[in-house]
Nanobody
Framework: QLVESGGGPAQTGGSLRLSCTAS????????VAWFRQASGKEREFVSA????????YHADFVRGRFTISREDAEKTVYLQMNNLETEDTARYYC????????????????????WGQGTQVTVSS
């Protein structure tokens, strides 16, 4: 089970840090990603990290504003979001998939078989 936290309201230009915690097993050998879904839109890829090689992947719209990182105990992944924009308003979901490699697999929601319930991020100007 994946549990997200850290969402909430923010102002444009502000920051939030989302956390994704595995309630039971660790993230070792998993790829962990963040997706988001805004009201009335499809779910889209945000960022991902491959636990085995620590490679990270980001959507183009991140533009250096977001950083994905992992915690050493292998049970938590963070998404640090800086310079937030109103377009970042969405529900953010954490997902985990076993044995994923390469960007093509990492950015596809179909690659992930474990999902959290999401945490809402609302950015206002």
């Amino acid at each position: 089970q994946l549990v997200e936290s850290g969402g909430g309201p923010a102002q444009t230009g502000g920051s939030l840090r989302l956390s994704c915690t595995a309630s039971s097993r660790t993230f070792r050998s998993y790829a962990v990603a963040w997706f988001r879904q805004a009201s009335g839109k499809e779910r889209e890829f945000v960022s991902a990290i491959n636990w085995s090689d620590a490679n990270t992947y980001h959507a183009d719209f991140v533009r250096g504003r977001f950083t994905i990182s992992r915690e050493d105990a292998e049970k938590t992944v963070y998404l640090q979001m800086n310079n937030l924009e109103t377009e970042d308003t969405a529900r953010y979901y954490c997902a985990a998939g076993l044995g994923l490699t390469g960007r093509w697999a990492m950015v596809r929601s179909e690659s992930y078989d474990r999902w959290g319930q999401g945490t809402q991020v609302t950015v206002s100007s």
